[in-house]
């Protein structure tokens, strides 16, 4: 297609060199500037000339449009690239502190010892034994309490 229109920007008739510069101008094809730029400088019609320069500039304005696009591109790609490494390096912290706690928890683990001691109770209350008899029974002598 671009060869086509190419092609008629060389036409004998100015209106077919007009309709191939307007659809170039429509499409921006940044490719068909050296050509436009010839019509420009070298067309014997000076409204022929007048649409080649209409066309010229929107296509320039839209070939600087992108290269703008594209460094903010660049620009946001790196941000984003830094992101993810600053995401990734934040996260590989994350995992070996999670490692660490999970090997100390294991070697708390593993000094405890296997069975655990059986629970110390408080003594039940008891009852002193107050028959004398009882008390004699029991091991002790009457002049305990004197």
């Known amino acids: 297609m ?3 229109l190419l092609r008629r920007l060389k036409d004998p008739d100015q209106w077919v060199r007009v309709e191939a510069l307007r659809i170039l101008a429509m499409v921006e094809e940044v490719r068909a500037l050296p050509a436009i730029a010839e ?3 070298n067309d014997p ?3 022929v000339r007048q649409v080649a320069l209409w066309a010229g500039r929107i296509i320039l304005a839209a070939k600087r449009s992108a290269q703008a696009q594209n460094a ?3 620009a946001q790609l790196a941000d ?3 992101a993810l490494l600053h ?3 934040e996260k590989d912290h994350r995992t070996y502190d999670q490692m660490q706690i999970h090997l100390q ?3 708390l683990l593993e000094s405890r010892p296997k069975t655990l001691p059986a629970p ?5 209350p008891s009852q002193a034994p107050l028959d004398l008899m009882r008390l004699l029974d029991e091991g002790l002598s009457e002049d305990f309490f004197n």
């Open 105 to 107: 928890q294991a070697l």
């Open 87 to 89: 995401s990734l390096i």
């Open 120 to 124: 110390i109770l408080p003594p039940s």
């Open 45 to 47: 019609e000076a409204g």
């Open 39 to 41: 019509v420009y400088r």
């Open 72 to 74: 903010t591109t660049a």
């Open 80 to 82: 984003r690239e830094d």
């Open 2 to 4: 671009l060869t086509e």
